[in-house]
């Protein structure tokens, strides 16, 4: 089976822009979840998607969103992009029947902000 | 909200040495996980502990997760120059989100 793969893999903007990633689970994986990894922070959870609902959302401003299309592929939109917002954006999808909601990781979309 | 202290934050060591890394928190969890995280990749998951006492081996690595299940170890032996990486341990935190800990990045020295 094909991993989880995320695009693009790097990506510069600006104060202010937006941007949008793209996330295509495991094949048969539904659950979605997003995860913002920085130095200082870690990882911290985003959101999560499940059959394109979104089932729990991190702490996160109203900045950061997320949709599920009905083929499980996940986007995640940062808008008015902030300095802060410089990370690495990781995607992990989850078997529906993970007794322990085990991730399986993409190699993630490094952010840098200007 | 449930916090995972992971300790030490940063291991250099030899190839050949032995170590240990920790995952402490207040809270009783009904499982955890470890990762691994390369340079360039997304955290791979090495292992899920369940059971307080548990002892679970993946070749040169022994996780235990503590009898009150609040904290767990990894035990790497004879460590080697591949076992270089971001190692995270991670558990539940509601409905189908993890809390993970900030890592111990580990280094080892040919």
């Known amino acids: 089976k094909a991993g989880v793969t995320q695009t693009p893999r790097y990506l510069i903007k600006t104060r202010g822009q937006q941007v949008t990633l793209s996330c295509s689970p495991i094949?048969?994986?539904?659950?979605v979840s997003w995860y913002q990894q920085t130095p200082g922070q870690g990882l911290q959870f985003l959101f999560e998607?499940?059959?394109?609902?979104?089932?729990n959302k991190g702490n996160f401003p109203g900045r950061f969103s997320g949709r599920q299309f009905s083929n499980s592929r996940s986007e995640m939109n940062v808008s008015t992009l902030e300095l802060g917002d410089s990370a690495l954006y990781l995607c992990?999808?989850?078997?529906?029947?993970?007794?322990?909601?085990?991730?399986?990781f993409g190699p993630g979309t490094r952010l840098t902000v200007l | 909200t449930q916090l995972l202290e992971q300790s030490p934050q940063f291991l250099s060591i030899q190839e050949g040495e032995n170590l240990t890394v920790y995952c402490n928190s207040s809270?009783?969890?009904?499982?955890l996980q470890w990762y691994r995280q390369e340079p360039g990749e997304g955290p791979v998951l090495l292992v899920t502990?369940?059971?307080?006492?548990e002892v679970k081996k993946l070749k040169r690595l022994t996780f235990q997760f503590g009898d009150a299940r609040k904290d767990s170890s990894l035990h790497i032996t004879a460590a080697q120059p591949g076992d270089t990486g971001l190692y995270l341990c991670a558990a539940g935190a509601g409905s189908y989100q993890l809390t993970f800990g900030k890592g111990t990045k580990l280094s080892v020295i040919p």
């Open positions: 094949s048969g994986h539904r659950s």
């Open positions: 992990a999808s989850s078997p529906d029947r993970a007794p322990y909601n085990e991730q399986f």
């Open positions: 998607y499940f059959s394109e609902t979104q089932r």
């Open positions: 502990v369940v059971t307080g006492g």
């Open positions: 809270s009783v969890f009904s499982s």
